[in-house]
């Protein structure tokens, strides 16, 4: 089953 | 004093409708250089990314830096009241906490003015880094919302695939399995009808097909779509609107668990 990371674990907040 | 001219209404339409699947509600950050939108979808899984330059107006001004918070359900009930060749002027106040928007009819015999309530949004933004990508893929966008559409029939991913060759989207399921190839166009009468490839290295990812059909929304803003992708990181699919700007949405691969 492939897994969905979310977006802010490549973008941090700035 | 913010005010915003568009001669085509039509582009904030389509703008909207490329949207409003993705963000119940959005600030639109307006400063001298143009609007500007950043926000997540709801399970924080994707990220839109609208720019709308200053210059692409017919008329623009910004005394003040503004963040309009827009429910965009209820922009979107006054959007539908505009004609798509009608004029729409947006306007706010300075600290104001409405927005109107007046259209007018080419003829300018009929002038609507809608004013929406604004809100005040959390608003978290994303810093996205510079990335160079290791293949950058132009496609007729009616083609890609195609693909996404006929493949999301198949299974809840899209593998996409690219090479010099050509860029190869796959899904399977239950009912079986589907591969689409596009090579690269040799030579067409149209640039839109074109399919170019910048590789520097191979590479294939797999997305979640509903987000990808959410981004398709934006087809009608752009005959072209760009998808740029690197191995980890997210994939990259951009809309240019005519001159005036682009709307980009980053979506991260899946992972094997």
């Known amino acids: 089953m492939a897994l969905q990371p979310s977006i802010t674990e490549y973008f941090a907040t700035r | 004093m913010f005010e915003a001219r568009l001669v085509q209404s039509s582009i904030l339409k389509k703008v909207l409708e490329a949207i409003k699947e993705l963000l119940n509600e959005a600030t639109f950050d307006c400063s001298d250089s143009g609007i500007q939108l950043q926000a997540m979808d709801n399970s924080h899984v994707s990220l839109v990314s609208l720019n709308l330059r200053s210059d692409g107006f017919d008329k623009y001004r910004c005394d003040r830096n503004l963040s309009m918070g827009i429910n965009l359900a209820s922009m979107s009930k006054i959007m539908k009241c505009a004609g798509n060749d009608d004029v729409l002027t947006m306007k706010a106040q300075d600290n104001a906490d409405l927005v109107t928007f007046m259209f007018e009819s080419q003829n300018q015999e009929k002038v609507m003015d809608y004013e929406m309530k604004l809100m005040n949004l959390d608003q978290e933004h994303l810093g996205i880094p510079e990335t160079d990508y290791s293949c950058v893929i132009k496609l007729p ?6 693909i996404v559409r006929d493949l999301s029939q198949f299974g809840e991913s899209v593998v996409i695939s690219c090479t010099k060759e050509g860029i190869k989207f796959s899904a399977g399921g239950d009912i079986g399995n589907a591969n689409i190839k596009l ?3 040799s030579n067409v009468d149209k640039d839109e009808d074109a399919v170019t490839i910048e590789m520097q290295e191979p590479v294939s990812l797999t997305f979640a097909c509903r987000y990808l059909n959410s981004f398709a929304k934006a087809t009608p803003l752009s005959p072209q779509v760009q998808l740029s992708m690197s191995a980890d990181v997210p994939l990259v699919v951009e809309y240019k609107i ?13 992972i094997e668990d």
């Open chain 2, 141 to 146: 966008s009616q083609e890609f919302a195609r």
């Open chain 2, 183 to 185: 090579a690269q166009t």
């Open chain 2, 242 to 254: 005519g001159d005036i700007g682009h709307i980009r949405y980053y979506l991260a691969p899946k």
